[in-house]
């Protein structure tokens, strides 16, 4: 044990994460192990092995690959806390620990937020000769409305997530478990409605019951692609992706003067410690009327039904 591998102690946590449902976490994990072992070029790595100049180096390696601050950040924060793991198991505290010294400072990044003006003009488009597009338009277009679902959220709803007669759209966050509770809107329940399966459990069959991670991955990937279609077609100054409906509904609630709180909770965030520490949960009610707020436009022009967006 003495001699534990530290590529394979990190695959064993990477399985762990799979195991526990957490893909995208083991898909990072995945990442920084092959990324150090190309660094490192040796078949064999003993964690007791690791020293401070490696660590720099290795960071300057991503670094020298052109990759983004954050997403430097990201691979040496996941290295860092895989090393901890294996030292606490082991039983080991290194005389000079390989991350002494070492600060992550996270780099702004450009907003990725569009007006609610452009969630209009989504709508609006015209898809007759687009169909794949017209589709992510309309899936994106409910992320914005059930206060910036994450699509990771949307595909994995089934008819099991709606209760209270079909009122409230109840699921839990496939990345933090965090429980949402939705009302839901007529402009949702028409967007549910048309695309509905009656032959899938999910509400929008994207998926089938065995799809793996990696198929999941391959949908997103064409999802993303279709939006950034569409914002080409519409000469947006942001690269469309599914998580700018997400930021959308969030600025959009900041500048309708929603709490910050009411925003916390709706986006299903952990880390408002304000809010999840000593404020009470807060009444469906009061996060639907937050939502109603910021989805009222969009909401009278898909109620309409008349849109390009539904004449295909």
Same mark, same amino acid.
């Given at each position: 044990?003495?001699?534990?591998?530290?590529?394979?102690? =990190? /695959?064993?946590?990477? !399985?762990?994460?799979?195991?526990? $449902?957490?893909?995208? @976490? *083991?898909?990072?994990?995945?990442?920084?192990? #092959?990324?150090?072992?190309?660094?490192?070029?040796?078949?064999?790595?003993?964690?007791?092995?690791? /020293?401070?100049?490696?660590?720099?180096?290795?960071?300057?390696?991503?670094?020298?690959?052109?990759?983004?601050?954050?997403?430097?950040?990201?691979?040496?924060?996941?290295?860092?806390?895989?090393?901890?793991? +294996?030292? /606490?198991?082991?039983?080991? !505290?290194?005389?000079?620990?390989?991350?002494?010294? %070492?600060?992550?400072?996270?780099?702004?990044?450009?907003?990725?937020?569009?007006?609610? #003006?452009?969630?209009?003009?989504? *709508?609006?488009?015209?898809?007759?000769?687009?169909?794949?597009?017209?589709?992510?338009?309309?899936?994106?277009?409910?992320?914005?409305?059930?206060?910036? =679902?994450?699509?990771?959220?949307?595909?994995?709803?089934?008819?099991?997530? +709606?209760?209270?007669?079909?009122?409230?759209? @109840?699921?839990? /966050?496939?990345?933090? $478990?965090?429980?949402?509770?939705?009302?839901?809107?007529?402009?949702?329940?028409?967007?549910?409605?048309?695309?509905?399966?009656?032959?899938?459990?999910?509400?929008?069959?994207?998926?089938?019951?065995?799809?793996? &991670?990696?198929?999941?991955?391959?949908?997103? *990937?064409?999802?993303?692609?279709?939006?950034?279609?569409?914002?080409?077609?519409?000469?947006?100054?942001?690269?469309?992706?599914?998580?700018?409906? !997400?930021?959308?509904?969030?600025?959009?609630?900041?500048?309708?003067?929603?709490?910050?709180?009411? %925003?916390?909770?709706?986006?299903?965030? @952990?880390?408002?410690?304000?809010?999840? &520490?000593?404020?009470?949960?807060?009444?469906?009610?009061?996060? $639907?009327?937050? #939502?109603?707020?910021?989805?009222?436009?969009?909401?009278?022009?898909?109620?309409?039904?008349?849109?390009?967006?539904?004449?295909?």
């Amino acid at each position: 044990m003495e001699k534990k591998d530290f590529y394979e102690s =990190m /695959r064993k946590q990477e !399985r762990k994460k799979r195991e526990a $449902g957490a893909e995208s @976490t *083991a898909d990072l994990y995945r990442a920084v192990r #092959n990324r150090f072992f190309r660094f490192c070029g040796k078949e064999v790595f003993s964690y007791k092995d690791l /020293r401070p100049p490696q660590v720099i180096d290795f960071m300057s390696s991503l670094r020298n690959e052109r990759l983004c601050v954050n997403t430097v950040n990201s691979y040496i924060s996941c290295f860092r806390a895989m090393y901890n793991k +294996i030292c /606490r198991e082991m039983r080991y !505290r290194p005389k000079i620990h390989p991350f002494e010294g %070492i600060r992550l400072k996270r780099e702004e990044t450009a907003k990725r937020a569009v007006t609610v #003006n452009v969630m209009e003009e989504i *709508a609006r488009l015209n898809y007759k000769d687009h169909p794949d597009q017209a589709q992510a338009a309309g899936l994106a277009l409910f992320c914005f409305m059930a206060c910036g =679902m994450p699509f990771v959220d949307l595909v994995h709803l089934t008819k099991d997530n +709606i209760r209270e007669g079909g009122r409230i759209l @109840t699921y839990h /966050r496939q990345k933090t $478990g965090t429980l949402i509770q939705i009302r839901i809107s007529p402009g949702m329940k028409f967007l549910i409605d048309r695309y509905a399966d009656p032959a899938s459990p999910y509400l929008f069959p994207l998926l089938s019951e065995n799809t793996s &991670h990696e198929q999941y991955k391959a949908i997103l *990937a064409v999802h993303n692609r279709r939006l950034k279609e569409i914002g080409e077609r519409l000469h947006l100054p942001v690269s469309m992706t599914s998580y700018v409906f !997400r930021h959308t509904w969030a600025s959009e609630a900041y500048r309708q003067h929603i709490a910050i709180n009411v %925003i916390s909770q709706a986006l299903g965030h @952990t880390s408002e410690k304000m809010t999840h &520490h000593y404020l009470a949960r807060l009444d469906t009610r009061e996060i $639907g009327n937050a #939502n109603d707020l910021v989805i009222n436009k969009v909401e009278k022009l898909i109620r309409k039904e008349k849109v390009p967006l539904f004449m295909i």
